[in-house]
């Protein structure tokens, strides 16, 4: 498949995709430590891509995306950005509900 296409289909077939330097029990990066410790904390299930292991996604995603670095989080199809972002919204209280109604939404949508 076309990286392209493959980037398409891991955001819409998961609500909240994080891209990321390692994985969130072993992250590689500060910047995707920060991010996936925030997302964790939120405690819902969360697919991830680690692009080290995937340069073809690292390559093309920033273009796709309009956003040049990682991590990228991506909820319901669209980015939100990057680890600043994530740690703003985190503050401020907005992540948590953010993710908390995407993966409500979609576990009713399986529940159907
Ligand atoms: N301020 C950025 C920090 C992230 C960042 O600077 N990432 C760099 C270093 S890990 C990056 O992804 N560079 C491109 C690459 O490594 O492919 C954010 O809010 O996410
Ligand atoms: S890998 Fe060096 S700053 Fe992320």
Redesign the pocket.
């Known amino acids: 498949m076309e990286t392209i296409d493959k980037i398409k289909q891991q955001i819409s077939e998961n609500p909240i995709i994080l891209y990321m ?1 390692g994985s969130p029990k072993l992250p590689n ?1 500060g ?1 995707s430590s920060q991010a996936s410790q925030a997302l964790m904390s939120c405690g819902e299930p969360f697919a991830y891509v680690d692009i080290l292991l995937n340069p073809d996604i ?1 390559a093309e995603l920033p273009a796709y995306a309009n956003w040049p ?3 990228q989080l991506w909820v319901d199809g669209e980015l939100i950005g ?4 994530i740690i703003e919204m985190f503050q401020r209280g907005e992540l948590q509900p953010l993710i908390t109604e995407t993966a409500a939404k979609y576990n009713e949508a399986d529940a159907e």
């Open positions: 330097k990066c910047f690292r670095t990682f991590p990057g680890c600043d972002i």
